[in-house]
């Protein structure tokens, strides 16, 4: 059912799913929409064509009610999907700043930042158990075009652009946000399954916009942190390796 | 334009001597998509610059053993792995056009309507019309041929799929880098002109960013690793999802094009001093000028060459030269120590490994990387500046173009390609060959290959002293305190966590 979706149809993030109900509920609004004016645009025509030489005809040009009600009526409709989505923007672009019910602040772990430039994904994360800094620390850890994070909670990246504007875009979990320059803009999502998801630039960037693809890779707390480690000591290689004896 | 199946041709022999060369050919299947345009190899301007019989025989050869882009040319001397499957006959036992084999590949490779070539026996060297594989059992090794020819027997040995990987090098190239570094690997695609730096150009068969002594080619793990990762602070793009066979297959095709490109710049230059047209109007300018002189003293003179008949005579001079078997003197020499010097590369003995493990990071040992790096020994701060920051004395002063007395236009340092290069700011933690430590080390001991920047190795620096020096280099991004102005949001967030409940 799900198959003009991206990757197989389903929403890897807790946020996806709402996400899809919108635009369900938007596409039934639309077909419902656009159903009924063809029809009566169909009824019109036939009406019109029907229409015998000393019939009467109606003059709807003008009517003060049909105005009326075709205002109002889109209005309400517009007005309503304006409401009904609130929920989900808040949660998308907001509610990261704000506490929990019980007032307790809400844990986000802050993955990574991560620069686009043209043409690639450069990501710097902070050491295992430490927090990321504005700036690049002794100890971070890079990597280029494969961003890691943990599943199983909210995470957030701090998204920037070294040059032009870009867009970060994880179709499967149904993220997206432009990276503008000048801006460090904070993403929040959650990915419900480890899994590797294309991530993409969703922003005419240059020629090489369509260059800008790369990996998303979900992973368990434990095999985040495993692969940091990983990362970390190949990136703090020497290269000596003791003669064997 | 580059699809992927492009059949191959069989072997050829070009010039006795040599060893098999194989052209990959390209019968241009169009699918609807027009004519595109033809890609074509271009020549350096020293190789334009020969009088019209030794540039007609370095085209010839260059033509002939490296093939042009839409029909390249496998030649067996170079380390360059074309791709395909080795295997030998075992017995020619089955009905007419089927054998038994022992390959020394992977059998998945032979697939039906794959192309084969006899490398020796009876068939081999082009005697016999391309073989295609009808079908390969992989359970029985029998290979089943579409057309019987004369029979091989037992111990021929054959290619299938000869040349696959180079083809394959060649579409994700043109696909993915030649816009950039060209067709020819000269570094001036068209989007090369409006990068800075300039994507390199292969031709000189020089790489920057490698594992190996300062005199030494790159590895393939070099290239691998630079086109996986890209070279941070420049255009050259990452590009880790490109697969590991493109990868491998694209790295092969950019040796081939470095090859090839070196094997053209040495070969010209055996022939540039007797052969090219600006070096005879000059010595004949010369002639001349010296000619008047001693006219206008009295002294007795002979009248200098007029440049036709200079021409001829070098003409003639080359036809000799090539009647000598000079030429192909020439061509074997080149080959061979391009040969030598891409095996050699490959080698643990001229990998650059530090003998003593990375010195501990600790103030001491930067103090004593900071004094070497202030020192006169190795001068560092003569290109980097004294805070680190690329701005030594060095980018102030005007240089001689290598090799001659000419001064380069602009300011400052320039690569080996001519290219105004500034040496790196060190504060910002950008490192074009990567940041491991080991990368580091092996910058400093090796120095970046093409440029400026010089081999510290053995002779000025031991490793633990190099080690310091990486100690010191790897603190400098983050000795002085960034103002930060712009609140971070990671910041506000961490912020947000730290804080108690209420
Ligand atoms: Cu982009």
Redesign the pocket.
Known sequence: MHWWFPGDGNAYSTLGGKIDDLFYLILVIVSVTFVGTSAALGYALWRGAAIKADEKVWFSHGSHSLEVIWTIVPSAVLLFIALYQLDVWAEYRMKGFAKEKDGSPKIITVVAEVT?RQ?EWRIRYPANGKPLKPTPQPDDIYSVNELHVPTGGLVSITLRTDDVQ?AFFVPMLRVKQDAVPGKMIPVWFDATMPGNYEML?A?L?GWG?YK?KAMLVAQSADDFEAWKDKASAEQFDDGYRKPAE | MFRENFPISMPRFTRTGFNVLVTFGLAVINSGCGEAPQAKFKYRPTTEDLIPEANKAVVKTLTEDFGTPEKLVAWERFPVDYGGVKGTVAANDGPAGAFSVTLDGDAGKIAKGASLLWVTGSQAGGKSAEATVKSFNAVTKTLQLASASTAPVAGDRFIVAFGEDMQLGRVVYMKNCMHCHGVTGDGDGPTGKFLNPRPRDYRNGKFKFTSTQSQEKATRDDLHRIVQYGIPGTYMPSFLLLGKRETTAVVEYVRWLAIRGEFEKRFVEELTNDYSESVIVDSIKKAQASYEEKKRNKEEAEKPLSESKAKKEAAAAFKKYVDDKELDGAIEETANLLAAAWTQSETPEVSVVPTSQRVEDTPESRERGRLLYMSNTTKCYTCHGPTGRGDGAATEDFWDKPGTSVKFEKRGLHDEWGNPLKPRNLTLGQYRGGRRPLDLFRRIRAGIKGTPMPAFGETVLKDPQVWDVVNYVMSLPYQQKQPTAVKHPAEVVAKNEEKPAN
Request: proline share 0%.
């Open positions: 686009a043409f870009h630039c922003e960037c916009h800008m």
